[in-house]
C-alpha cells in the first residue's frame, strides 16, 4: 500500500514537472475562471476622492460569458456579451445592441480599471508567448498581437494565480491584478476577491468581490446576442 502511494505521488509530480509554461497558464486560467455559474460580481471603482459601485449578475461558462447591470438605477439594463474574439454590448439608452471594434477594446469597462479585453478572457493564452523564470510565467507577445503591453508576469501559489503584473512597451509596471480568498466549487476554484490597481496613478485602483454563486450549466440562451436586451 505505501509502496502504491509513493508511486501514486511521484506520477503526479513528474506530470506536474513535465507541464510546459503554456500548459501552467492554461490551467491556472481555468481555475480562476471557475466551473460554469451565476453569480453577483460587486465591483467597487476607487478614484482620488469618490467611490462607485455597481452590482453585476454574471452568467459563463467558463469560455463565454454574459454581464448585465443591476445597479446603480442610473446604469442598470446595460449588458455585456463576450463570445470569444467578439464582445457585444448593449445600452438601453441607445435601444441596440452593438459589436465593440478591436480598436474598442483597450478601453474602460463602466470607467473601471478593467478593460473590456479583461472581459473576452482568453488574450493571454491566444496573445502571448509564454516562458518560465524562477517560478514565474513570463509572457511577451506573439509577433503582431493585438496588446499595449511588452511583457506580463503571472505569479502563481500552487496552482492558483496569486497576482499578475502589467508592462508597457518600455518595461515600466503599469498594472497589478491580485487574486485571493479562492473558493472550491464543484471540483473548480473560483476566487472571492481580485483587486485590480492602475501603478501610474495613484488612488486608481478597482476591486470585484464574487457573491451568490450558483454552480451548474448555464442556459445556451444567455448567450446569443439577442437576448442581452431583455436578459436571459
Do not use: N, W
Not at 27 to 43: E, I, K, S, T
Not at 48 to 77: M, N, Q
Not at 125 to 133: D, G, H, N, P
Amino acid at each position: 500500500m505505501k509502496r502504491t502511494l509513493a508511486f501514486l505521488i511521484l506520477a503526479l509530480l513528474a506530470l506536474v514537472l513535465a507541464q510546459s509554461p503554456l500548459d501552467k497558464l492554461k490551467a491556472a486560467l481555468d481555475r480562476l475562471r471557475g466551473p460554469a455559474h451565476q453569480g453577483v460580481y460587486v465591483l467597487t471603482v476607487e478614484r482620488p476622492g469618490s467611490t462607485r459601485t455597481y452590482r453585476i449578475r454574471v452568467y459563463t461558462d467558463g469560455k463565454r460569458a454574459h454581464f448585465r447591470v443591476l445597479e446603480p438605477r442610473s446604469e442598470a439594463g446595460q449588458a455585456f456579451l463576450s463570445l470569444g474574439q467578439d464582445l457585444y454590448l448593449y445600452d438601453p439608452r441607445l435601444g441596440r445592441t452593438l459589436r465593440l471594434p478591436p480598436t474598442g477594446r483597450t478601453e474602460r469597462f463602466l470607467g473601471s480599471d478593467l478593460t473590456y479585453q479583461d472581459l473576452m478572457g482568453r488574450d493571454l493564452e491566444e496573445l502571448f508567448q509564454v516562458e518560465e523564470a524562477q517560478g514565474v510565467l513570463v509572457l511577451t507577445p506573439k509577433p503582431g498581437a493585438a496588446t499595449p503591453y511588452g511583457r506580463v508576469e503571472v505569479y502563481l501559489k500552487g496552482d492558483l494565480i496569486e497576482r499578475v503584473l502589467y508592462y508597457d512597451q518600455r518595461g515600466q509596471a503599469v498594472r497589478e491584478l491580485r487574486l485571493g480568498g479562492y473558493q472550491r466549487l464543484d471540483g473548480a476554484y473560483l476566487p472571492r476577491t481580485m483587486e485590480l490597481k492602475d501603478l501610474l496613478k495613484e488612488g486608481y485602483r478597482t476591486r470585484v468581490e464574487i457573491q451568490d454563486v450558483r454552480v451548474g450549466p448555464v442556459p445556451e440562451r444567455c448567450f446569443s446576442p439577442l437576448v442581452l436586451e431583455r436578459g436571459c
